[in-house]
Nanobody
Framework: QLQASGGGLVQAGGSLRLSCVAS????????MGWFRQAPGKEREFIAR????????YNADSVKGRFTISRDSAKNTVYLQMNRLKPEDTAVYYC????????????WGQGTLVTVSS
């Protein structure tokens, strides 16, 4: 139901934009988010965005380099990643939850981002 894409190999300092398409209009009212998981590490919250566009970030890890946005008409959420660092290397997952919930019930398959130094 969530299809993520846009990952790949990029040099440090470069940019990538991840996309996540939701298959159902139901998700238009959901909170959409991005997490990532690096090898040997726990899954880490990156950012989330509400249906109205309010965004929240994990400031410690992204520090203004990443921007989350959504296009409700396309049922798509994006993660623009700038000034990438090798430590950003991870599998990135999009996720969704109903606005009244705190649990992310829906997960995409993940897209691999590799940042070379």
């Amino acid at each position: 139901q969530l299809q993520a894409s846009g990952g790949g190999l990029v040099q440090a300092g470069g940019s990538l934009r991840l996309s996540c398409v939701a298959s159902e209009r139901t998700f238009s009212s959901y909170v959409m988010g991005w997490f990532r998981q690096a090898p040997g590490k726990e899954r880490e919250f990156i950012a989330r965005i509400t249906w109205s566009g309010g965004a929240t970030y994990n400031a410690d890890s992204v520090k203004g380099r990443f921007t989350i946005s959504r296009d409700s008409a396309k049922n798509t959420v994006y993660l623009q990643m700038n000034r990438l660092k090798p430590e950003d290397t991870a599998v990135y997952y999009c996720t969704a939850r109903p606005p009244s919930s705190t649990v992310y019930d829906y997960w995409g398959q993940g897209t691999l981002v590799t940042v070379s130094s």
